[in-house]
């Protein structure tokens, strides 16, 4: 029987099979250089990648007792896009009952409208991954306006320079994922390598 929460380096593997983890030399519109990215959205177009990387996840939160306890009368969130189909997956194998998700106007992270206070019920936030963790505080900012009970954090890799907990919840993740950032291109390794560079969007 394969174990029940596969293994970090299990979960790398599958990240890099579906080209969601790259290596190479990569330039960030913050103009920070990498030797990796994480495309998430590659792993997840193949539904048997996604529906394995969200019940993996979800396995962490149904051994959680106080979590279970409260099933199904909770609510998935996430902080945008690229955590919705996490959001889905992780909601179809705990059968919690709402699945929101918020997204960016004019650079303001908001759900949608006619969302209103008492419709939202406690909350577990899920991200595909969690780089600086400002996606998760903006999203932890929305859902206590809207005085929901969060009752826990999860994602499928979290960078060990993001925070481990959320207002004293940890966050529960697939893979701790720590390689180092550059600031800029003159303390970059792959720069003095003269290696390639990809320029990236996100
Ligand atoms: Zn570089």
């Not at 960016?104 to 969302?115: A, D």
Request: charged share 25%; glycine share 6%.
């Amino acid at each position: 029987m394969p174990p029940l929460i596969p293994s970090p380096e299990t979960i790398m593997q599958m990240l890099k099979r579906t080209s969601a983890f790259r290596e190479g030399h990569f330039v960030h519109p913050s103009g920070k250089h990498t030797a990796h990215y994480f495309q998430m959205p590659l792993a997840f177009r193949y539904y048997d990648t996604a529906r394995v990387l969200a019940v993996a996840l979800s396995r962490k939160f149904r051994v959680d007792k106080e979590i279970a306890a409260m099933l199904p009368k909770v609510s998935i969130i996430s902080p945008s896009s690229g955590g919705i189909p996490v959001a889905f997956g992780v909601r179809d194998a705990l059968s919690a009952e709402q699945i929101y998700w918020a997204e960016k106007e004019e650079g303001k992270r908001m759900f949608r409208q006619y969302i209103n206070q008492g419709d939202i019920r406690p909350c577990i936030i899920v991200d595909d991954i969690i780089r600086s963790g400002n996606a998760i505080i903006e999203t932890i900012g929305l859902v206590k306006e809207l005085g929901v009970e969060i009752i826990g954090f999860g994602t499928i890799v979290r960078f060990t320079s993001a925070p481990e907990s959320f207002e004293g919840i940890p966050v529960k993740s697939l893979v701790d994922f720590d390689a180092p950032t550059y600031d800029s291109g003159a303390l970059c390794v792959e720069c003095r390598k003269d290696a390639p560079v990809e320029h990236v969007r996100f």
